[in-house]
């Protein structure tokens, strides 16, 4: 998987993950956010629930796509995460952090399916409960208010780890890890 199947791999990578942040910023601004202008306070959880369900199809193939280019990094470049320190501390911060992306996206489909369940109650918003909002629906909510920057902030997190390890290709900053390797192995040898 070398070359042309390297710039294949990698856009899946960066196309899925620019779709996984892209979608979960868009759709707490922007769902979230229309669904709380709705005019009837028992319309609000369920247009959010329904601008969520039409999304979690494309969400889903993002962050299918995103694995899948994940994984064929991984592979075409195991040498360098084996052998480089630096990429291999990247390649395990990114690895913790796509787990806590992919279970806090996985969670939140689930309170936002027992939101949607719920019917139509009355809210201030998608992730921000009234007065009247029954106390179930509204622990969901603050769940949900939570989750919904905790995602594009995982997923952010992980745009800039994989820029640090475009950068961490870059020639000269090859050199200086190859250069410094053997002095770090010869100062602990004595």
């Known amino acids: 998987m070398r070359n042309n199947s390297d710039t294949v791999i990698r856009s899946l990578h960066d196309v899925g ?3 996984w942040f892209g979608g979960a910023l868009m759709g ?12 009837k306070a028992t319309e609000r959880t369920g247009i959010a629930a329904s601008g969520w369900a039409k999304w979690s199809p494309v969400s889903a193939a993002a962050i299918a796509t995103h694995l899948i280019g994940g994984a064929g990094l991984l592979i ?21 952090i796509t787990g ?9 489909g689930y309170l936002g399916a027992k939101l949607a369940a719920a ?6 918003g998608a992730t921000d409960p009234g007065p009247a909002t029954p106390e179930d629906v509204a622990s969901t909510q603050r769940q949900l208010r939570a989750l919904q920057w905790a995602i594009p902030l995982l997923t952010g997190a992980l745009v800039v780890l994989g820029a ?8 000269l ?3 200086r890890s190859v250069a410094r390797g053997p002095l770090r192995i010869a100062g602990t040898h004595g």
Do not use: C, F, H, W
């Open 17 to 19: 993950l620019s779709a």
């Open 28 to 39: 707490a601004v922007g769902v979230n956010g229309a669904a709380a202008e709705a005019d």
């Open 76 to 96: 075409s470049q195991r040498k360098r995460v084996r052998n480089r320190r630096d990429t291999k501390a990247n390649t395990i911060v990114k690895t913790a």
């Open 100 to 108: 806590a992306a992919l279970a806090a996206t996985a969670y939140s």
């Open 119 to 124: 019917g139509a109650v009355p809210a201030e």
């Open 164 to 171: 640090q390890q475009g950068e961490q290709q870059r020639p």
């Open 173 to 175: 900053r090859i050199l």
